[in-house]
C-alpha cells in the first residue's frame, strides 16, 4: 500500500470518528443504572445527552416497558423534571399514566409534565423542542404502534437537539418493530416473574427482562432487572437465578385428571 | 386614554347604524347604486300585537309616507310594490358587533347600544386622526361605503351624543353647549320609554327644553328619577362612564400602515417590532404581560383576535415573538390576510409586576424560568388542556385520586403538591398504567369471593399464577349518583409475568343479591397494568 493511499485512509478514519462524535465531543456522561453486569456493558451506565429506545414488541408488554422507562427516566433525570409526550391513542389502548402508581415505583410525580399530542407529528415536534430545553432531566417521547414519521430523518433531528442541551431522550415504543435509527442503544423490554421477597407475602418489587439489542459502543446482553422502588435503582433479582435469564416459573403442564385417567384405563 | 379621567374633557361620539338587518344592509346599497332606474321601496317587519308591522325601513319608502310602526297591510295599500323582510335580530346584533369590532381601531372603549348604536369613548384618541371633524367623517365615510346609513355627533355626554343623533347627524358640540345643543330637540330623542314620552307630550311639553325649564322636582315626582338623571345627562350636567365591550388592556400598542399588508414576512416582522415596544412601554411600569392579545384589522373590515397564555409575566419580546409564532403556525383556520391588514394591534391584556429575580447563581429560579416558558410554547401550539401536571386528591377511589390540570396556571401549585408517601420495602400497590374505563373482562374463580383463576381480556386468556388481595375500596355514599358498588381489587399475575390490577364489582350475596332464584353473577373489571 503505497503513502499516498495510507494518508487518504487515515484522513477518512479522521473523518468519520469526527462525524460519529459530532464535532469532537467529550466522552459522554453516564449514569450507572444500578445493575452491575449491564453498567459493566455500557461502560459505566447510559449515556446522557443521547437518545435511547424502549421496545415493547406486544402491546401486553407495555405496562413493563413503561416501568422501564420510567426507572431509566429517574436514574438519567434525577431530581430534574421529565416530560412525557404521548398519544392520545396511546391511553386508550395502554392506559393513561397513573400518579399513584408513579408514586408507588418511588418516582415523584411533582417533576412530571405531560403533553397530550394529538397525532404523531406534533409528538415529534413537542419532543423536539423539548430535548433543546436544558431545564429538563429527560423527555419521554410515548409511541403507539408502527408509523412512517419515526424515521431516520426523526431520529436524527432528536439526536442532534438531544446533543446540543444535553437532556436524555427516551423513546417508548409498544407493538412496534426496531427499525435503522441514531439511539444511542436499544432495549426490548418484557415482563418477566417478579417472586415476592419473602415466604409472607405473595407480591414482589417490578422485574424486568431486558435485552440490549443495539449499543452503538459496545457489546450487547440479556438481563433480569429488578427495579428497586425504594432505593430508585435497577438491581439484579436477589431470589431470581443468575444462569437462567428466562422467566423462571414453568407454564402449567397439563394433566389428565386422575379419575377420568383410571376409568380410561 | 383611561376612561375614568375625570376632570379633562370626555367626549363621546355616538354612531347610529340606521340599516338594521344585515340582509336589507346589502340590498339597500344595491339599491342605491341603481337608484335611478327603478325605485323600489324596502321595509323589514317585525311582529308586534298580532300584527306585522314595520321595524324599519329605507329612504325610498320614507318618501311614500311609510313610517316605523305603521302596520304591514296599510304600508302595503299605500305602497303596492314594496318589498318586505322578516326581521332577524340575530343578524342583526352580530352585525352590529362587528361594526363594534372594527370600531376598535379608532379607540378600544366602544360599548353597545342595542338595537342599533355605538358610542365611542374617544376622549385623548382625537388627535391620532386630525380631529374631532376629521375623526367623524372618516367612522361615517367607512360605514356609508359598506351601505350602511350613518348619524353621528360628538359631544361631552353619551346621552348627549346618543340624543343628538336621532335627529341630527354631524353635529359636534362644543363643551358646555350640551343645553343649547339639545333643548330644541323633540322629547322622544331622549330615548326613554314610551310611557314617559306620552306622558310628557300631555302635559304639553314638546321639547326638552321644554322639560328642562320645568323644576327637577316636579319630573321626578311625576316620572321618577331615572327619567331626571337621564335628562340631566342629556343637558351635559351630569355623566355616567359607558360600558366598553372589553376590558381595557393594561398596554397597547399598534402599527398602521397606509398600503395594507398581506405578507407573511412584513406581518412577523411588525409583531416582533411591536413586541418590543409593548414589553419597553411595560417594563417602565415594572409589569410583564400574562395574557396578550394580537388584533389584526382587515381593510374589509374583518377583525382577528388571536390570544396567547403565559404561565409567567413575560418581559421579553423574543418570547412573545416565538409564542405568537407557535401559535400563528398552528392555527386550524390560518390568518387570512384577504386585501391586507391596515392595522395590527398588539395588547397586554393581562399583566402582573414582575419580582425580579437573581438568574445567575440559581440554578432552580432558570430552570423553572425555562420549563415554563417551554410549557407555554407548546401550550401555545396545542392547547392548554393538553399540557397537563399532576394534583393528589383526598380519596381511596383509583379514578379520582390524581386531577390532571394545565401545567400553564397549575406548575408552580403541582411542584410543591404534597403526595402520600408510599410504605417502604413495600412493592407496588398501584398500577403504572390505569384505564379510564375499566374493561370488562370474563373471571372464572374458584370461589365466588375468592381471586380470580383464569381470566379473559382483550380477547386473550390469562392463567392467574399469583394473586394478592382483596383490597376492599368502598364508594364514597357522600357524593354517590346512582348506586356504585362496594369493589374488591386483586393484583394478578398471569403465566408469563404479566401484572394487573382486576376488581370485582360488588360484595357477593351482600350488593349482588339472588334474582328471583337466580345467580346473579359478578361482574369484573380489569383496571390497570403494573409495571
Same mark, same amino acid.
Given at each position: ?11 477518512l ?14 466522552t459522554?456522561?453516564?449514569?450507572a ?17 443521547a437518545i ?12 413493563a416497558?413503561?416501568g ?12 430534574r ?8 391513542? @396511546?391511553?386508550?389502548? #395502554?392506559? $393513561?399514566?397513573?400518579? +399513584? /402508581?408513579?408514586?408507588? %415505583?418511588? &418516582?415523584?410525580p411533582?417533576?412530571?409534565v ?11 415536534r ?28 426523526? @431520529?436524527?433531528?432528536? #439526536?442532534l $437537539?438531544?446533543?446540543? +442541551? /444535553?437532556?436524555?431522550? %427516551?423513546? &417508548? ?12 442503544t436499544?432495549?426490548?423490554?418484557r ?38 422502588c ?21 407454564a ?14 | ?12 361620539a ?39 308591522r ?23 295599500a ?19 358587533n ?19 348604536g ?14 374631532e ?25 353619551a ?18 353647549e350640551?343645553?343649547c ?17 306620552t ?19 316636579e ?50 416582522a ?63 383556520d ?63 377511589i383509583?379514578e ?33 398504567r ?36 382483596p383490597?376492599?375500596?368502598a364508594m ?11 369493589r374488591d ?18 360484595l ?8 328471583e ?15
Amino acid at each position: 500500500m503505497t503513502g499516498a493511499r495510507m494518508h487518504l485512509l487515515t484522513t477518512l478514519r479522521g473523518d468519520i470518528a469526527r462525524i460519529e462524535t459530532s464535532g469532537g465531543a467529550s466522552t459522554p456522561d453516564r449514569v450507572a443504572l444500578g445493575h452491575a453486569e449491564a453498567d459493566a456493558t455500557l461502560r459505566g451506565g447510559l449515556a446522557r445527552g443521547a437518545i435511547h429506545e424502549v421496545f415493547a414488541e406486544a402491546g401486553r408488554h407495555s405496562a413493563a416497558a413503561t416501568g422501564f422507562v420510567a426507572g431509566l427516566a429517574r436514574r438519567v433525570a434525577a431530581r430534574r423534571p421529565l416530560l412525557w409526550v404521548r398519544q392520545d391513542f @396511546s391511553d386508550i389502548e #395502554t392506559g $393513561a399514566l397513573s400518579m +399513584s /402508581g408513579w408514586a408507588e %415505583l418511588g &418516582l415523584d410525580p411533582c417533576l412530571l409534565v405531560t403533553v397530550r399530542a394529538a397525532d404523531l407529528d406534533t409528538a415529534l415536534r413537542t419532543a423536539a423542542d423539548a430535548l433543546a430545553c436544558d431545564a429538563l432531566g429527560a423527555v419521554v417521547l410515548d409511541v403507539w404502534g408502527r408509523s412512517r414519521q419515526l424515521d431516520l430523518v426523526a @431520529s436524527r433531528k432528536l #439526536t442532534l $437537539a438531544a446533543q446540543a +442541551s /444535553g437532556v436524555t431522550g %427516551l423513546l &417508548l415504543r409498544v407493538a412496534a418493530e426496531p427499525a435503522p435509527s441514531t439511539a444511542e442503544t436499544r432495549w426490548i423490554v418484557r415482563a418477566a416473574h417478579a417472586p415476592p421477597p419473602s415466604a409472607g407475602s405473595a407480591w414482589g418489587a417490578p422485574v424486568f427482562e431486558a435485552q440490549l439489542v443495539r449499543n452503538r459502543h459496545g457489546p450487547v446482553g440479556r438481563w433480569i432487572m429488578e427495579w428497586k422502588c425504594d432505593e430508585c435503582l435497577f438491581a439484579k433479582p436477589v431470589n431470581q437465578p443468575t444462569s437462567d435469564p428466562q422467566p423462571v416459573a414453568a407454564a402449567p403442564v397439563h394433566r389428565p385428571h386422575p379419575a377420568r385417567a383410571r376409568r380410561a384405563g | 386614554m383611561d376612561g375614568a379621567v375625570i376632570g379633562s374633557r370626555e367626549e363621546s361620539a355616538s354612531t347610529q347604524a340606521k340599516a338594521i338587518s344585515s340582509v336589507i344592509a346589502v340590498s339597500h346599497e344595491q339599491q342605491d347604486t341603481d337608484a335611478s332606474a327603478s325605485i323600489i321601496p324596502i321595509v323589514v317587519v317585525a311582529k308586534q300585537n298580532n300584527a306585522l308591522r314595520i321595524f324599519a325601513l329605507d329612504d325610498a319608502a320614507a318618501r311614500f309616507g311609510l313610517a316605523v310602526g305603521l302596520p304591514l297591510a296599510n304600508a302595503r295599500a299605500i305602497c303596492p310594490q314594496l318589498k318586505v323582510f322578516d326581521v332577524d335580530e340575530t343578524a342583526d346584533v352580530r352585525t352590529l358587533n362587528a361594526i363594534a369590532e372594527w370600531c376598535d381601531r379608532f379607540t378600544p372603549l366602544v360599548a353597545l347600544d342595542a338595537p342599533d348604536g355605538l358610542l365611542l369613548d374617544i376622549t385623548g384618541c382625537v388627535h391620532l386622526f386630525g380631529g374631532e371633524a376629521a375623526m367623524m367623517r372618516l367612522v361615517c365615510d367607512a360605514l356609508t361605503a359598506q351601505g350602511f346609513a350613518v348619524s353621528a355627533a360628538i359631544a361631552g355626554t353619551a346621552v348627549c351624543a346618543r340624543t343628538l343623533t336621532r335627529h341630527l347627524h354631524g353635529r359636534i358640540v362644543v363643551p358646555g353647549e350640551e343645553a343649547c345643543a339639545v333643548k330644541p330637540l323633540p322629547v322622544s330623542a331622549l330615548g326613554a320609554d314610551e310611557s314617559v314620552i306620552t306622558g310628557l307630550r300631555r302635559a304639553g311639553l314638546k321639547t326638552i327644553g321644554d322639560v328642562a325649564s320645568r323644576t327637577r322636582s316636579e319630573i321626578t315626582a311625576r316620572f321618577g328619577a331615572g327619567f331626571t338623571a337621564l335628562l340631566e345627562q342629556a343637558l351635559g350636567h351630569g355623566d355616567a362612564p359607558i360600558s366598553p365591550r372589553q376590558p381595557l388592556p393594561d398596554t397597547i400598542v399598534e402599527k398602521r400602515f397606509a398600503d395594507p399588508v398581506t405578507t407573511e414576512a412584513v406581518i412577523s416582522a411588525t409583531l416582533s417590532r411591536l413586541a418590543e415596544m409593548l414589553v419597553a412601554a411595560m417594563s417602565q411600569q415594572g409589569k410583564g404581560a400574562r395574557q396578550l392579545a394580537a388584533q389584526f384589522f382587515r381593510t374589509d373590515g374583518a377583525v382577528r383576535t388571536i390570544l396567547v397564555d403565559t404561565g409567567q409575566p413575560v418581559t421579553q419580546g423574543a418570547v412573545i415573538d416565538r409564542l405568537f409564532a407557535e401559535r400563528l403556525g398552528s392555527l386550524n383556520d390560518p390568518l387570512d390576510p384577504g386585501f391586507g391588514f391596515d392595522l395590527i394591534r398588539l395588547s397586554a391584556s393581562r399583566t402582573e409586576i414582575v419580582v425580579p429575580q437573581q438568574r445567575d447563581l440559581d440554578a432552580n429560579v432558570h430552570d423553572h424560568d425555562e420549563l415554563s416558558a417551554l410549557i407555554d410554547r407548546i401550550t401555545a401550539r396545542i392547547g392548554g388542556r393538553r399540557v397537563v401536571v399532576y394534583l393528589p386528591q383526598d380519596t381511596h377511589i383509583p379514578e379520582r385520586a390524581v386531577l390532571t390540570v394545565p401545567a400553564q396556571q397549575y406548575l408552580a401549585a403541582a411542584s410543591l403538591a404534597v403526595w402520600p408517601a408510599r410504605a417502604e420495602g413495600e412493592p407496588p400497590l398501584r398500577p403504572l398504567r390505569l384505564f379510564e374505563r375499566p374493561e370488562l373482562i370474563k373471571v372464572i374463580a374458584q370461589v365466588p369471593d375468592g381471586p380470580p383463576a383464569r381470566f379473559v381480556w382483550r380477547r386473550a386468556t390469562h392463567a392467574v399464577v399469583r394473586a394478592e388481595g382483596p383490597e376492599r375500596v368502598a364508594m364514597e355514599w357522600w357524593r354517590c349518583e346512582g348506586e356504585m358498588l362496594t369493589r374488591d381489587y386483586f393484583r394478578v399475575e398471569d403465566e408469563g409475568g404479566l401484572r394487573f390490577w382486576l376488581y370485582r364489582d360488588g360484595l357477593y350475596e351482600r350488593e349482588i343479591v339472588q334474582q328471583e332464584g337466580m345467580a346473579v353473577q359478578p361482574n369484573w373489571f380489569m383496571h390497570g397494568l403494573f409495571a
